[in-house]
């Protein structure tokens, strides 16, 4: 029999449900039952190999509603919920319920589990200093920053100090965690663009009554983080990852095949053989990365003025263009003409973990969401951060002044960024033996694999929810 079930809850997308699906991976490892809840247009992305695990069950709730937020949509998905629930607790076979683990933009399901009686964790898909510099700025009340003004936030070190860049952004976009499903309910949110620095973070109300919170980071990463999350919310903050696929832990020094360990049906114009050609054929950490995710991406105005750095810049590189969400279809076409052998330009899907992966690549140019950052620092891989909404911006502040593994592209990210800094950023990011040898040390640091620190948070976080269930009877 197993320990008992816990609920795991997905926000929509892809970008949460992969650390969700690693996060349920780990349980089942420490024989809890793992029941994934999950939307049903995600449904088929779910591998048959993880549903039909005999620790896993799979619940579906409705799918968001396509074009404008549906305000009915989170009561309809919470009934299901409940129908789930109540037929689970009626069963006598069922394994007890220990906790619910939920996705924050999904903090609406949290009334259906403590209906009965079933903890709930707050969990954070992105790292533990996005949501510390964004409850920081709040708390520091640093939304009236001017040029040249900075604001140290109580508890985080100077070198994470609020400055007037840090607010400064371009609007627009869906926000984050959403990805065109139903908005939380709650403040925060700045038109499109996610949340506004300095006011109250839109996940504040969504986390709200969880008796703990769990991170997709680990200590080696964001532990000074961690700390100030726990002290100013009050509860256990643990860091569980980054949770990212078993065959990316298994060596540091192996190449990763992403088509062994990622399903999906969007199409390439290079196979994975022949990116691995291309890359076999050019220096030891000399090549540039370019991708920006697949949800947001660079202006179209900005384009042209990436195209013209790849191109000044004489530095070999692979850029992975999407022809989705916002960019209109935008290829660089001539480009390929014009640099000839000594760049690769992937229209659709990249197999970004085998490039981040292979000892060719030496730079990348990154939107710096989450997953794509830990990717990178997992790999040794310095960033040259273009941030673009939400937590991107606060992902590159860990990269560029905590960590010291990289760059920004520009400082007035409000603006379109000019080819002559992104040249300027791809030269200084590639020559600088300093950030390159910091970012091999973070690879060593995971040398062993899956970082004990994170190995040791899911133990804590076993023994507290078990000690929750009998101290307050639920």
Same mark, same amino acid.
């Given at each position: ?168 952004? &371009? $609007?627009? =976009?869906?926000?984050? #965690? +959403? @990805? *065109? %499903? !139903? &908005? $939380?309910? =709650?403040?925060?949110? #700045? +038109? @499109? *663009? %996610? !949340?506004? $620095? ?277």
């Amino acid at each position: 029999m197993p320990s008992g079930e816990i609920f795991v809850v997905t926000a929509y997308g892809q970008g949460h449900v992969q650390p969700c699906l690693e996060l349920c991976r780990h349980l089942i490892s420490r024989d809890y039952h793992a029941t994934l809840v999950v939307s049903s247009n995600l449904f088929s992305t779910i591998p048959s190999s993880f549903s039909s695990h005999p620790l896993v069950s799979v619940a579906q709730i409705s799918s968001p509603p396509m074009g404008p937020p549906d305000p009915s949509a989170p009561q309809q998905a919470n009934q299901e919920l409940l129908a789930h629930l109540s037929a689970r607790s009626s069963d006598p076979e069922s394994p007890r319920a220990l906790c619910a683990i939920v996705d924050f933009p999904m903090g609406w399901t949290k009334e259906s589990f403590l209906k009965y009686g079933i903890p709930v964790v707050g969990f954070f898909t992105f790292g533990a200093c996005a949501a510390a510099m964004e409850w920081g700025a709040w708390k520091a009340q640093a939304g009236d920053l001017r040029p040249g003004e900075s604001r140290s936030i109580p508890g985080l070190s100077e070198e994470m100090a609020i400055t007037y860049w840090d607010l400064k952004r &371009k $609007p627009g =976009g869906p926000p984050r #965690g +959403g @990805g *065109g %499903g !139903p &908005k $939380p309910p =709650g403040g925060g949110g #700045g +038109g @499109g *663009g %996610g !949340p506004v $620095p300095g006011v109250r973070p839109p996940w504040v109300p969504q986390v709200e009554g969880s008796v703990a919170l769990m991170f997709n980071t680990c200590d080696i990463l964001e532990r000074p983080f961690l700390e100030y999350m726990e002290a100013q919310m009050g509860i256990p903050a643990w860091g569980v990852g980054p949770l990212l696929p078993e065959q990316f832990w298994k060596s540091s020094d192996t190449l990763v095949r992403d088509r062994e360990i990622r399903q999906h049906s969007r199409p390439s114009n290079y196979s994975e053989e022949e990116v691995i050609q291309w890359l076999d054929s050019k220096p030891s950490g000399s090549v540039l990365y370019v991708a920006f995710g697949s949800e947001l991406t660079p202006s179209m105005e900005e384009y042209p003025e990436l195209a013209g750095a790849l191109e000044e810049s004489g530095q070999p590189f692979i850029w992975a263009v999407q022809s989705k969400s916002g960019t209109s279809g935008y290829f660089p076409h001539g480009l390929d003409t014009k640099v000839g052998d000594r760049g690769l330009v992937i229209s659709g899907w990249a197999p970004q973990l085998l490039i981040l992966s292979h000892q060719s690549t030496g730079g990348f140019l990154s939107h710096c969401g989450w997953n794509s950052t830990a990717e990178a620092l997992g790999r040794g891989v310095p960033i040259l951060a273009w941030p673009i909404r939400g937590d991107q911006h606060f992902n590159a502040k860990l990269v560029v002044n905590h960590l010291k593994v990289g760059y920004r592209v520009a400082n007035d990210l409000s603006e379109i960024v000019r080819k002559d800094d992104i040249a300027k950023g791809i030269e200084r990011l590639m020559g600088d033996g300093e950030i390159h040898r910091r970012a091999a040390q973070l690879k060593a640091s995971f040398r062993s694999g899956f970082p004990a620190s994170s190995m040791a948070a899911l133990d804590a976080f076993g023994e507290f929810i078990v000690s929750q269930k009998m101290d307050k009877h639920y």
